[in-house]
T-cell receptor
Framework: KAGVTQTPRYLIKTRGQQVTLSCSPI?????VSWYQQTPGQGLQFLFE?????QRNKGNFPGRFSGRQFSNSRSEMNVSTLELGDSALYLC???WGRGVVRPEAFFGQGTRLTVV | GQQVMQIPQYQHVQEGEDFTTYCNSS?????IQWYKQRPGGHPVFLIQ?????EVKKQKRLTFQFGEAKKNSSLHITATQTTDVGTYFC??????????FGAGTRLTVKP
């Protein structure tokens, strides 16, 4: 079974631009979560999508948005990029959202550099 | 918002020494998950604990979930260079959400 696929792997953008990152979850997984990882900050939760609906959202400004398609693939968008948005963006998929959350499978991440 | 605290942030050990990382929450967790991220890699699921006081072992790794389900620990016996990486805990909190700790970065000197 193929793993979680994130594209692109690396990206360099200029301040003020916008960017869209893509995540294809494991086949059959309906939950997709996005995280921002920076040195010393661990994994900061951005948002989670399940069945095309945003279920949870972290403490990030409105410049960060996302969506999920009917095939469970997800995209996240960051508008008006700032230097501080430079980070590794990780996507994680799991099969569901039961009372006890199942394990999450992470993609390789997209390394975004804002210059 | 609700947070899961993890300590220490860094740990450097000599190969063969033991290592422990701790995860604490101010509120009761529904479950706790542990992940390992190798340098340059992505987090990989290690284990999940659900029951109060639960203890699970994976070879040299021992995972514990506190009686009050507010804390957890990961203990590695006799570390090896292959144990190098960052260990994250993730606690199940309100709204069916998982919150990750900041991680403990382990380095092992041969």
């Amino acid at each position: 079974k193929a793993g979680v696929t994130q594209t692109p792997r690396y990206l360099i953008k200029t301040r003020g631009q916008q960017v869209t990152l893509s995540c294809s979850p494991i086949s059959g997984h309906r939950s997709v979560s996005w995280y921002q990882q920076t040195p010393g900050q661990g994994l900061q939760f951005l948002f989670e999508y399940f069945s095309e609906t945003q279920r949870n959202k972290g403490n990030f400004p409105g410049r960060f948005s996302g969506r999920q398609f009917s095939n469970s693939r997800s995209e996240m968008n960051v508008s008006t990029l700032e230097l501080g948005d430079s980070a590794l963006y990780l996507c994680a998929s799991s099969w569901g959202r039961g009372v006890v959350r199942p394990e999450a499978f992470f993609g390789q991440g997209t390394r975004l550099t804002v210059v | 918002g609700q947070q899961v605290m993890q300590i220490p942030q860094y740990q450097h050990v000599q190969e063969g020494e033991d290592f422990t990382t701790y995860c604490n929450s101010s509120t009761t967790l529904s479950n706790i998950q542990w992940y390992k991220q190798r340098p340059g890699g992505h987090p990989v699921f290690l284990i999940q604990l659900v029951k109060s006081g639960e203890v699970k072992k994976q070879k040299r790794l021992t995972f514990q979930f506190g009686e009050a389900k507010k804390n957890s620990s990961l203990h590695i016996t006799a570390t090896q260079t292959t144990d190098v990486g960052t260990y994250f805990c993730a606690g199940g909190v309100n709204n069916n959400d998982m919150r990750f700790g900041a991680g403990t970065r382990l380095t092992v000197k041969p």
